[in-house]
Each structure stands twice: as structure tokens, then as C-alpha cells.
């Protein structure tokens, strides 16, 4: 078992910046991909980005490329997401995902992913 626990979620302005972390605990040797996922009011999960576990890969989605910056550290067994120039659509609660290795089509289809955290709230007002 693997367990996530994500932190650094708060109420910020527009344009502001937030970092969150995501630590990992337990079989961590079992993780080779690692996701950030958002989920809105009455809105479905979805992808926000993702990093591989051994390698420097990452991808976003469109609507965070350029804003958001994804990476980790495997000497803490801890994934970042860095939030910069927030928009108030970026309102969620953001969940951190830990899977295997998982082809590049598949990353963006939360069923793929093993492990979930809690979530953290973001607001971001206008």
C-alpha cells in the first residue's frame, strides 16, 4: 500500500502563486507515475498534470501549461505542484494520484492511478 498526503492548499487572489506537496509514504518502490487531478463543484475529476517517478517526464493539461510546474523529489518521496498566476477557474479540490508506469495516452484517465490522497482546497478570488 502507498499512502498520499497532500498539503499547501489555501484562499488566495488572482494572480497569486501556491505550491502544493504531495508525500508519499509506505511501498513507494511500487510507484512509477505521479498525478495531480482537480475536481470543481458539481464537475468531474480531472487532469491537471503528471511526472514520472524515474525519469524527467512530465505533461499538463491545456489549461495549466505555462502557469503550473510539476516535480518531485524521490529522496523525500515527494511530488510538487507549483501554482503560479492563478485564475479563479482554478478553483478545486486537488488530489494527488500515484500509479505504475502508465502509458503516456492513458495519464489523463484518473482509473489508471492506484493511489489517491485526501485532497486540498484551493480558491483562488477574483
Known amino acids: 500500500q502507498v499512502q498520499l498526503v497532500e498539503s499547501g492548499g489555501g484562499l488566495v487572489q488572482a494572480g497569486d502563486s501556491l505550491r502544493l506537496s504531495c508525500a508519499a509514504s509506505?511501498?513507494?518502490?511500487?510507484?512509477?507515475?505521479m498525478g495531480w487531478f482537480r475536481q470543481a463543484p458539481g464537475k468531474e475529476r480531472e487532469f491537471v498534470a503528471v511526472i514520472r517517478w524515474s525519469v524527467d517526464n512530465t505533461h499538463y493539461s491545456d489549461s495549466v501549461g505555462g502557469r503550473f510546474t510539476i516535480s518531485r523529489d524521490n529522496a523525500k518521496n515527494t511530488a510538487y505542484l507549483q501554482m503560479n498566476s492563478l485564475k479563479p477557474e482554478d478553483t478545486a479540490v486537488y488530489y494527488c494520484?500515484?500509479?505504475?508506469?502508465?502509458?503516456?495516452?492513458?495519464?489523463?484517465?484518473?482509473?489508471?492511478?492506484?493511489?489517491w490522497g485526501q485532497g486540498t482546497q484551493v480558491t483562488v478570488s477574483s
Open positions: 494520484a500515484a500509479g505504475p508506469t502508465i502509458t503516456t495516452s492513458l495519464i489523463r484517465a484518473p482509473g489508471h492511478y492506484d493511489y
Open positions: 509506505g511501498r513507494t518502490f511500487s510507484i512509477y507515475t
